[in-house]
C-alpha cells in the first residue's frame, strides 16, 4: 500500500474557507445597521430639535411653566429614580432632556440651571416659585413639593 501525503488537510482547507465567507457576509450585512437605541430628532439652527420648543421654552424659565421642571439626562441613573417618586406621587411635571438639544440652545438652558444649581449637575427640580432640589434627595424632595 501507498501512503497518500496530504489527503486530510482539504477537508479543514475547505471547513476554514467557508467560515471566513459566512464571517464576510455577516459583517458586511451590519455595516449599514446603526446601533443607537434613540433616534434624535431633527436639530433647528439654534439647537432646539424639532417638536421640543415648549420643552425648550420650559428649560430657560422653568418658573413659567406652572409645574416642576426636573433637569435631567438621558444616561442618569439618579434621574430616572426621582422621576419614578414623581410618577409614584402622582405630581405633574416636566422633563428637559438637556442632552437632546445642541448649541446655543443647551447653552442657554445650562445657564438657567446653573442660576438653580451652580454646579449644573443632574436631576435638578425646580418648582414654579423657583425653590430648587439637585439629586434625588427624597426628604428634600418631599419638602419642597409639601408631601410631608
Given at each position: 500500500?501507498?501512503?497518500?501525503?496530504?489527503?486530510?488537510?482539504?477537508?479543514?482547507?475547505?471547513?476554514?474557507?467557508?467560515?471566513?465567507?459566512?464571517?464576510?457576509?455577516?459583517?458586511?450585512?451590519?455595516?449599514?445597521?446603526?446601533?443607537?437605541?434613540?433616534?434624535?430628532?431633527?436639530?433647528?439652527?439654534?439647537?432646539?430639535?424639532?417638536?421640543?420648543?415648549?420643552?425648550?421654552?420650559?428649560?430657560?424659565?422653568?418658573?413659567?411653566?406652572?409645574?416642576?421642571?426636573?433637569y435631567t439626562l438621558?444616561?442618569?441613573?439618579?434621574?430616572?429614580?426621582?422621576?419614578?417618586?414623581?410618577?409614584?406621587?402622582?405630581?405633574?411635571?416636566?422633563?428637559?432632556?438637556?442632552?437632546?438639544?445642541?448649541?446655543?440652545?443647551?447653552?442657554?438652558?445650562?445657564?438657567?440651571?446653573?442660576?438653580?444649581?451652580?454646579?449644573?449637575?443632574?436631576?435638578?427640580?425646580?418648582?414654579?416659585?423657583?425653590?430648587?432640589?439637585?439629586?434625588?434627595?427624597?426628604?428634600?424632595?418631599?419638602?419642597?413639593?409639601?408631601?410631608?
Amino acid at each position: 500500500m501507498e501512503a497518500v501525503s496530504g489527503s486530510g488537510s482539504w477537508p479543514v482547507f475547505v471547513l476554514c474557507l467557508v467560515a471566513v465567507v459566512c464571517a464576510l457576509v455577516f459583517f458586511s450585512r451590519r455595516k449599514g445597521k446603526r446601533t443607537s437605541v434613540r433616534k434624535s430628532p431633527a436639530v433647528q439652527d439654534s439647537g432646539i430639535p424639532v417638536g421640543l420648543e415648549d420643552d425648550y421654552r420650559c428649560g430657560v424659565d422653568p418658573c413659567s411653566c406652572g409645574v416642576p421642571v426636573m433637569y435631567t439626562l438621558h444616561t442618569c441613573r439618579h434621574c430616572v429614580k426621582l422621576k419614578d417618586f414623581l410618577d409614584q406621587h402622582g405630581i405633574e411635571h416636566r422633563l428637559i432632556y438637556v442632552d437632546d438639544f445642541s448649541d446655543p440652545a443647551r447653552r442657554q438652558i445650562m445657564a438657567t440651571l446653573r442660576s438653580h444649581n451652580p454646579r449644573g449637575s443632574f436631576p435638578t427640580l425646580v418648582i414654579p416659585d423657583g425653590r430648587s432640589v439637585v439629586g434625588f434627595r427624597e426628604e428634600a424632595v418631599r419638602a419642597l413639593l409639601g408631601l410631608n
